[in-house]
T-cell receptor, first 113, second 110 residues
Framework: SQTIHQWPATLVQPVGSPLSLECTVEGTSNPNLYWYRQAAGRGLQLLFYSVGIGQISSEVPQNLSASRPQDRQFILSSKKLLLSDSGFYLC????????????FGPGTRLTVL | DAKTTQPNSMESNEEEPVHLPCNHSTISGTDYIHWYRQLPSQGPEYVIHGLTSNVNNRMASLAIAEDRKSSTLILHRATLRDAAVYYCMWRQPNNNDMRFGAGTRLTVKP
């Protein structure tokens, strides 16, 4: 069966520090991968998605970036965090074909102080 | 941008049916409609999906309008554990990104 992992689960970082969040998927190959951000009490904002290694589509201009160095690994990064980067970050995957049901990871709660 | 429209919040009594509406007027003919729900501090979980016909599974039923511009998620007997934010969404045509609406916060009263 497929499993999606995210780490860390929680993170507290000072403004201006770098960020690296990792997401890995097991039990499937060539998934589409997604990063979402959810501000407190708000809906899901799509940040990036990837349909293959090295292929990244960005939805929102910001100081975040994403990379996909391996088929089942998706990384969200920042060189300098802003206060507004605080939120709940979710990784998700879908199959590359079919009806694109999304499966979400447990999320990382990021607090920037 | 493709959009879905849902009420911000709804309330239900325990053991009663709940009908959660969603409008998706710009959906294309081949895109599936999906529903997810999110409990506090968790990632969303899949509930149900459909294309044209009404669908049933162990969690819920999905009723899709004949013109596909709206759908309704039906919880037949709400329980306290069904209290969550419910999102409907669909895939944009010719694209692999997924966009969620603002969701409906369902409160279930005992």
């Amino acid at each position: 069966s497929q499993t999606i992992h995210q780490w860390p689960a929680t993170l507290v970082q000072p403004v201006g520090s770098p960020l690296s969040l990792e997401c890995t998927v097991e039990g499937t190959s060539n998934p589409n991968l997604y990063w979402y951000r959810q501000a407190a009490g708000r809906g899901l904002q799509l940040l990036f998605y990837s349909v293959g290694i090295g292929q990244i589509s960005s939805e929102v201009p910001q100081n975040l970036s994403a990379s996909r160095p391996q088929d089942r690994q998706f990384i969200l990064s920042s060189k300098k965090l802003l206060l507004s980067d605080s939120g709940f970050y979710l990784c998700a995957w879908t199959g590359a074909v079919g009806w694109y049901t999304q499966y979400f990871g447990p999320g990382t709660r990021l607090t920037v102080l | 941008d493709a959009k879905t429209t849902q009420p911000n919040s709804m309330e239900s009594n325990e053991e009663e049916p709940v009908h959660l509406p969603c409008n998706h007027s710009t959906i294309s003919g081949t895109d599936y409609i999906h529903w997810y729900r999110q409990l506090p501090s968790q990632g969303p979980e899949y509930v149900i999906h459909g294309l044209t016909s009404n669908v049933n599974n162990r969690m819920a039923s999905l009723a899709i309008a004949e013109d596909r511009k709206s759908s309704t998620l039906i919880l037949h007997r709400a329980t306290l554990r069904d209290a969550a934010v419910y999102y409907c969404m669909w895939r944009q045509p010719n694209n692999n990104d997924m966009r969620f609406g603002a969701g409906t916060r369902l409160t279930v009263k005992p």
